[in-house]
T-cell receptor, first 114, second 116 residues
């Protein structure tokens, strides 16, 4: 069973609209959670990283939230732009001292249409 | 260079052929990672280097996969006797220091391998 589940699998929105992507995880122990953006044909790029003590972090129009009690995270995109079309991947790290064992979700594919 | 580069960007191989994929990490980055990404999935860890030492190769799917980083900078992932299930995007990432999970990994654009 995948320890990091993302929803929806895909999403289509109109330019200028907001959207929220969900990530549920069962990974334990837990050190930190990060969101990556992956454009088609490119490698992932880090958007945010949160430790268990942080419950929100922003990066421009991207705001991530974390509830370590319910093991849920969300990524909110405000005033979407065409360039936001990409796959958004939730990644959980079980151990602070080991960045090899990142557990990756399958991503949400977002399409922003004009 | 400004970022991680990988070559070739695309590789088509006949089943049974050997391939070599190259990664040039960001200059001075100690850590280097290889990932395999199937279509519609997140990356899966293959192997990790700290400088020239391969500290973790637990993700390599078979002994046909071999990686090296002899001088602690450029790395090569070699796949021998390629099979169709090896078709995927192979991503390389580097980070500036050792094993802390807080260290951001910077990814290259990947090599898309197609095995016919």
């Amino acid at each position: 069973k995948n320890q990091v589940e993302q929803s929806p699998q895909s999403l289509i929105i109109l330019e200028g609209k907001n959207c929220t992507l969900q990530c549920n995880y069962t990974v334990s122990p837990f050190s930190n959670l990060r969101w990556y953006k992956q454009d088609t044909g490119r490698g992932p790029v880090s958007l945010t990283i949160m430790t268990f003590s942080e419950n929100t972090k922003s990066n421009g129009r991207y705001t991530a939230t974390l509830d370590a009690d319910t093991k849920q995270s969300s990524l909110h995109i405000t005033a979407s732009q065409l360039s936001d079309s990409a796959s958004y991947i939730c990644v959980v790290s079980p151990h602070a001292g080991n960045n090899r064992k990142l557990i990756w979700g399958s991503g949400t594919s977002l399409a922003v249409n004009p | 260079g400004a970022g991680v580069s990988q070559s070739p960007r695309y590789k088509v191989a006949k089943r049974g052929q050997d391939v070599a994929l190259r990664c040039d990490p960001i200059s001075g980055h100690v850590s280097l990672f290889w990932y395999q990404q199937a279509l519609g999935q997140g990356p899966e860890f293959l192997t990790y280097f700290q400088n020239e030492a391969q500290l973790d190769k637990s993700g390599l799917p078979s002994d046909r996969f071999f990686a090296e980083r002899p001088e602690g900078s450029v790395s090569t992932l070699k796949i021998q006797r390629t099979q169709q299930e090896d078709s995927a995007v192979y991503l390389c990432a580097s980070s500036s220091t050792g094993g802390s999970s807080y260290n951001e990994q910077f990814f290259g654009p990947g090599t898309r391998l197609t095995v016919l």
